[in-house]
């Protein structure tokens, strides 16, 4: 993307306030980015913190029509549910070779291309939460009219958040139940590492620093370049010490027999959801 052109986040939430956190610090002006939300307040607040031209809808009912026109990239930040309305409402409005980002989980490239004017071109994206910490994940996947450059239009809007990889969209719901939810079970082994902590005896104030350091210094770990998880795990697995008596445990308990059953129940109902979109 070319410094010259715009930028425009329909939606802002949390997510799309990562996004653009990540975009701005790699490099792209806030003057080539618009921004709408419902709320003045919030418009402000996007517009004092980041620089950014920021609209309300609930003061400019027509703020999405004029944010789209003359936007080289449209990023669709509103919850699934309201997506394809508005893509409806934006459609006529959005230049014919605009890259149509959509970051809502579970509509599809189909239902997004079916909203919008045939031969628009459409990425869909799978964003998780890290990118508010600058490591996130992020699956991409392209439209029938997008073309390459659209794509990686669509690789810079996110590269300055974390990884981005370009997978077939019919693995979106896989790496939805994988990194798109896979934050919250760490979250929960980090809470379950606590409770544990508490059983053998510590104070619920140390179990909790226990249990969070504990997950976020084994992710730095993670994140460090080469690293392979299976080779940490046995790097502090000694033979017949405590660790080895635990992850014999999680073995015997079929630990990862579970998280897939997880997962699986994740990436069932995210194909439900489109389903129930369909619908509407």
């Known amino acids: 993307m070319g410094n010259d052109e715009k930028i425009v986040f329909l939606g802002c939430g949390s997510m799309g306030e990562a996004i653009l956190g990540g975009m701005l610090a790699a490099g792209v002006p806030p003057t080539s980015v618009v921004v709408t939300v419902r709320r003045p307040e919030r418009a402000n607040e996007l517009a004092t913190r980041h ?21 080289s990239v449209v990023i669709l930040g509103v919850k699934p549910v309201g997506t394809i309305e508005l893509c409806h409402e934006v459609a006529a409005s959005v230049d014919a070779n605009a890259v149509v980002i959509s970051i809502a989980a579970a509509v599809s490239l189909a239902q997004l291309e079916g909203a919008l004017t045939p031969g628009q071109p459409v990425v869909r994206s799978m964003p998780n939460t890290p990118l508010k910490v600058g490591r ?3 699956g991409l996947s392209a439209g029938s009219s997008a073309e390459e450059h659209h794509l990686a239009a669509a690789h810079e809007v996110f590269d300055g958040s974390g990884v981005v990889l370009d997978i077939p969209e019919e693995q979106q719901n896989a790496v939805s139940a994988i990194s798109g939810s896979g934050p919250a079970y760490a979250f929960y082994l980090a809470e379950a590492m606590a409770a544990a902590a508490v059983d053998l005896g510590l104070s619920p104030e140390v179990a909790q620093i226990l249990g969070r350091e504990t997950v976020a210094g ?39 027999g579970v998280v897939l059953a997880g997962a699986k129940a994740a990436a069932a109902r995210a194909a439900e959801i489109t389903a129930e979109l369909g619908e509407k």
């Open 51 to 71: 620089g950014v031209t920021a609209l309300a809808s609930n003061e400019e009912a027509a703020a999405n029509v004029q944010a789209v026109q003359g936007a």
């Open 136 to 138: 996130g994940v992020v």
């Open 218 to 256: 084994a992710g730095l770990m993670l994140a460090q370049p080469g690293a392979n998880a299976t080779e940490l795990r046995r790097a502090v697995t000694s033979p017949r010490g405590t660790t080895e008596q635990a992850i014999a445990t999680f073995e015997r308990l079929d630990l990862a």
